[in-house]
């Protein structure tokens, strides 16, 4: 069973960094290709960055290009998105996914709970 619990949201003025954290305290962390979305208000759920299960492959959304980055911790069980140059857009609840489809990673199967992001003008 996966379980995804994510941390490190909070208010950031823009321009600032903030780095998110994705704990999958489920079974098999190095099988699971992971990804990151964002949900603002009045908007559809959208793909933000994935990694693959072995980490050697990412992938982002053109907006986050440059500024974020995806990692895996597989010590601590975790993937990390390192969130720089923060704009006021980048405001969001902020979802950690999960799945053993490397396909199906921008409709993954396994969800967290999400994690608020506000950056202030």
């Known amino acids: 069973q996966v379980r995804l619990v994510e941390s490190g949201g909070g208010l950031v003025q823009a321009g600032g960094s903030l780095r998110l954290s994705c704990a999958n305290t489920g079974r098999a962390f190095d099988s699971y290709h992971m990804a990151w979305f964002r949900q603002a208000p009045g908007k559809e759920r959208e793909f933000v960055a994935a990694?693959?299960?072995?980490?050697?492959?990412?992938d982002y959304a053109d907006s986050v290009k440059g500024r974020f980055t995806i990692s895996r911790e597989y010590a601590d069980l975790k993937v990390s998105l390192q969130m720089n140059s923060l704009k006021p857009e980048d405001t969001a609840v902020y979802y950690c996914?999960?799945?053993?489809?490397?396909?199906?990673?921008?409709?993954?199967?396994?969800w967290g709970q999400g994690t608020q992001v506000a950056v202030s003008s």
């Open positions: 990694i693959s299960f072995a980490g050697e492959a990412t």
């Open positions: 996914a999960a799945d053993l489809d490397s396909s199906r990673i921008k409709s993954p199967g396994f």
